[in-house]
């Protein structure tokens, strides 16, 4: 009798991805006339907090009503465009090389591998495209002759990421007890939960104590690597503050921004 099929699930943001895949866009859509200025500096900043925080059910929830509002007419085709001209230059620099050396193990022990993304199918589509995986899970808006109405299908958050692993499971055949998941956020305890290998990568402070208290394993990725030089050792690499710098460096400059709005 053959094995059972299994999968590794990942969580993509701070998980495959240095950043947040949807705010990463916020220039592009500037250059593109879908945001404004005043949209951009927002994103900005929301990057920022994010990056030193991570994600909460509040800021989830402020995330998701926010893009709503936003995005409510956006034609679709040009929001594809825009994803597809602009993907290896701002996804690319951002991926971990730990992540990808797993999609590579994974894949070399029969395993499929899957992103599962609160961010938008047309993001987490083409992203997953690019690092090779077999299947992507994405929030999924309401879509009205050709236009986002607004309205969200489907949110592939919490327990909703769960819910869409087990159709998936039962579609492919997944042994979920024998298959991995990985994720920073306590917010995904449920998708952890779900299979028989929870990982908690890059954790933030809830899900470090959950993970410790759990017997969870414990991963750190820290080198980000462009997808065009997997296929040479990546390089050692450069000092953190260097990232530090350039978060700080955006941070201040939302700051100033909203405090110059405060005294206007």
Known sequence: MSRPRAAAFFDLDKTVIAK????????PFYKGGLVNRRAVLKSSFAQFVY???????????RMRDYLKVLCAGWPVDQVSAIVAETLHELIDPMVYAEAVALFDEHHAAGRDVVIVSSSGEEV???????????????????VQDGRYTGEIEFYAYGE?????MR???EERGYDLEQSWAYSDSF??????????????????KALR???????????????????????????PPGPPVAYAGMAVAAGAACLAWWAGRRRT
Request: proline fraction near 7%; glycine fraction near 8%; aromatic fraction near 4%.
């Open 167 to 169: 159709e998936l499971a």
């Open 124 to 142: 987490v589509g083409p992203i997953g495209e690019m690092l090779g995986v077999d299947h992507v899970v994405a929030t999924r808006m309401v």
């Open 51 to 61: 990056l030193l925080q991570g994600a909460d059910e509040d800021s989830m929830d």
């Open 160 to 164: 909703g990421k769960a819910v869409a």
């Open 209 to 235: 104590r959950h993970a410790a208290e759990q017997g969870w394993r414990l991963r750190e990725f820290r080198r980000p690597v462009r997808m065009r030089d997997r296929v040479r050792v990546p390089s």
């Open 20 to 27: 947040s895949s949807t705010l990463a866009f916020s220039r």
């Open 187 to 204: 917010t995904d305890r449920p998708m952890l939960d779900l299979v028989g290998n929870p990982v908690a990568v890059n954790p933030d």
